[in-house]
Nanobody, 124 residues
Framework: VQLQESGGGLVQAGGSLRLSCAAS????????MGWFRQAPGKERQFVAR????????YYADAVKGRFTIPRENAENTFYLQMNRPKPEDTAVYYC??????????????????WGQGTQVTVSS
């Protein structure tokens, strides 16, 4: 499974941005899709996850109420809708695929496939 993020860039605080993750090559083997982010000098951090079968979503407390994973995703394309971003949301954002549906969803090691990341910069 190959993952490719797009949609990153510069956004003003309080605006909105939608990240995309295009999946190819055996996506039927993926049970859940997740989003992580990594700021300079910091560890990779869980952002959100969606179970592709049930549609259930999970969010980090830092983004809850502002970011969403739309349940209505295009075929083999997944999104992260970022509303009211803050400067502290500035990071490289990665999409990730988990072959299972029962992993510890916030742990990066639970995911089997990763994209190369897209930079998001939020200006104040």
């Amino acid at each position: 499974v190959q993952l490719q993020e797009s949609g990153g860039g510069l956004v003003q605080a309080g605006g909105s941005l939608r990240l995309s993750c295009a999946a190819s090559g055996g996506t039927f083997s993926v049970g859940c899709m997740g989003w992580f982010r990594q700021a300079p000098g910091k560890e990779r951090q869980f952002v959100a996850r969606i179970n592709l079968n049930s549609g259930r979503t999970y969010y980090a407390d830092a983004v809850k109420g502002r970011f969403t994973i739309p349940r209505e995703n295009a075929e083999n394309t997944f999104y992260l809708q970022m509303n009211r971003p803050k400067p502290e949301d500035t990071a490289v954002y990665y999409c990730a695929g988990d072959r299972t549906s029962y992993s510890v969803y916030s742990r990066a090691s639970s995911y089997d496939y990763w994209g190369q990341g897209t930079q998001v910069t939020v200006s104040s």
